[in-house]
């Protein structure tokens, strides 16, 4: 519990490099600050897509689990998205002008242009459409990582795809159109600004210290869980109120060089704070995100490039000083964040 007189501090986290704010004045006690309307999906809609039985009104499958298309007991599914922000299509009917830059950019009046050539798939987590990620066991979680593993694995064959970013959006307000348990993949033929800030911050760190900054993460305060392979926490100067990263112990620049075991690994560190994260703020709808480097990274950037799931829950909105400035205030201390999920015992 934060302390009745703690004054304001600015932190800036090493990471990303991004000033954020912490007011606590702005809030009364950590567990004070609850989700106003959770997400509860509907256990028994009348028509869903993704449930099992009604792949025929899905966009075209690109593998399921267990890997076999006549099998209708299936686990996990992947399919293309029906509404995707990129297009498949353009790859083969892609032209290089005489005005395109080493990127394959046109450069127009005032700014750049490149086809929008990309992939945006869907991963279906669960064939039942009351059953949410948290409900599934470790290995069964383990078994969606692996997914996300093997389409980028078939991704990443497309030299003109650079960036590959996995996100599950829960809850309407956090952008999910269905409820039923499901995340995406969306293959970029650039480097997202972001992405490529966060890997400025690291190399910058790296140079400054030796050392990989997430290597390097100090959790005595911050910690809320750990495994063998991987640890939790509310990071240092964290953006949004019990914001979570899990992070691997040993440095790995991709997650896709994840294995089987680390996989049922990361799958119950993720099921843990998950379940965490829903009883202490009241089922909130929440974000993840897979921040891994670039496809192509080049050999010295493998020793400061470190992967990450990242999770924010929607607790608070964004307003005009944050889009006017990129800074954030934050209403709770990430110690005060991580003390509340950790001491909260979860039966096995």
């Not at 063998?228 to 914001?243: G, L």
Request: aromatic letters at 8%; proline letters at 9%.
């Amino acid at each position: 519990m934060a302390s009745p007189g703690r004054s304001p501090e600015l932190r800036q986290d090493p990471v990303t490099k991004r000033w954020v704010i912490f007011s606590p004045a702005r809030a009364k006690r950590p567990t004070d600050f609850q989700s106003k309307s959770p997400e509860n999906p509907d256990p028994n809609p009348k028509s869903c897509f993704f449930c099992i039985g009604n792949e025929h009104e899905c966009a075209p499958e690109i593998f399921r689990v267990p890997d076999d298309p006549s099998n209708p007991d299936w686990k996990i599914r992947v399919i293309q998205n029906l509404y995707p922000a990129l297009s498949r299509e353009l790859q083969n009917s892609a032209t290089v002008s005489q005005n395109s830059d080493p990127d394959g950019c046109d450069h127009v009046e005032w700014g750049r242009v490149l086809d929008g050539f990309g992939f945006h798939d869907v991963v279906i987590e669960a064939p039942v459409h009351s059953v949410q990620l948290c409900d599934l066991e470790p290995r069964e979680i383990g078994e969606v990582l692996l997914a996300y593993k093997k389409r980028i694995d078939q991704i990443a064959s497309f030299e003109s795809i650079k960036y590959v970013q996995v996100f599950k959006n829960h809850g309407a307000s956090a952008g999910a159109s269905l409820s039923h348990s499901h995340s995406q993949i969306l293959a970029l033929p650039v480097v997202p600004p972001n992405v490529s800030t966060r890997l400025d911050c690291m190399k910058e760190y790296f140079a400054r210290v030796g050392r990989c900054s997430l290597c390097e993460v100090q959790v005595k305060d911050i910690l809320i869980d750990e495994s063998k392979h991987f640890i939790s926490i509310v990071p240092f100067a964290a953006t949004f109120p019990f914001e979570i990263w899990i992070i691997p112990r040993t440095h790995s620049s991709h997650f896709h060089e994840l294995d089987c075991e680390k996989a049922v690994d990361l799958g119950g560190i993720l099921k843990l704070v998950l379940r965490k994260m829903s009883l202490q703020l009241n089922n909130p709808p929440f974000n993840f995100m897979i921040q891994t480097s670039p496809l192509q990274v080049s050999a010295p950037q493998l020793p400061y490039c470190h992967w990450f799931l990242q999770i924010v829950p929607q607790l608070t909105g964004i307003g005009g000083f944050e889009l006017g400035t990129g800074c954030y205030i934050n209403p709770v201390f990430p110690e005060d964040a991580a003390k509340v999920l950790r001491e909260l015992n979860i039966p096995a």
